[in-house]
């Protein structure tokens, strides 16, 4: 028998593949009960408020996994430009992965819902507010001055988010081929301004 937490974790799981592939208002729960392989009545028994409780428990999970990836890959770099190649294209990896029906496990929350659920704007914001703070200490640990790593680190995620709607749209990896040579050429000069 399946242990209620293994239950639980299935479902987030679930629900955050299900936003990325149709957005938050085409979940169902139905399609989460039935994906993650789990009994209909476990789902008001881990989730009692329902879809949202489950999607910002998904959304909580994304923004850890996001951050946590940030920081492996910036171990793994040995410049700001690296950092951003590497996260550029494991963006253009995931995607080609999907086969271009997968995109941010974020953005639905926050141009599907807004502010309608005070507690998925919040997850929404934090999540993008995480990314960006994380990604802009690794570029200054990395050699990137603070302004400038703020700077790039929101071009970063922007460029990320962007690039997996055009990408999606065309059926191509050149919107993620273009913004990582161009976040490149910005990380470069970043670093050389320093010297």
Wanted: include cysteine; glycine fraction near 8%.
């Amino acid at each position: 028998m399946a242990r209620r937490s293994d239950t639980k974790q299935r479902m987030v799981a679930a629900a955050r593949q299900l936003i990325r592939e149709h957005g938050y208002h085409s979940m169902a729960l139905s399609d989460v009960v039935e994906r993650s392989a789990s009994p209909r009545g476990s789902l008001y028994y881990h989730f009692p408020q329902g879809k949202v409780q489950m999607v910002a428990e998904a959304a909580e999970v994304h923004t850890r996994e996001q951050v946590d990836l940030i920081n492996q890959l910036a171990r793994e770099a040995v410049t700001v430009e690296g950092l951003v190649r590497a996260y550029v294209d494991l963006a253009r990896e995931g995607m080609l992965a999907g086969g271009y029906g997968r995109g941010c496990a974020i953005a639905p929350l926050v141009l599907e819902v807004g502010e309608a659920s005070e507690e998925l704007g919040a997850a929404g914001r934090r999540a993008f507010f995480l990314m960006v703070e994380t990604l802009t200490l690794q570029c200054v640990v990395l050699g990137a001055d603070n302004a400038g790593a703020r700077e790039l680190a929101h071009a970063t995620i922007a460029g990320v988010q962007g690039a997996m709607v055009t990408s999606r749209a065309l059926r191509s990896t050149e919107p993620f081929d273009a913004i990582r040579d161009a976040l490149a050429a910005r990380a470069r000069s970043l670093v050389a301004d320093r010297s």
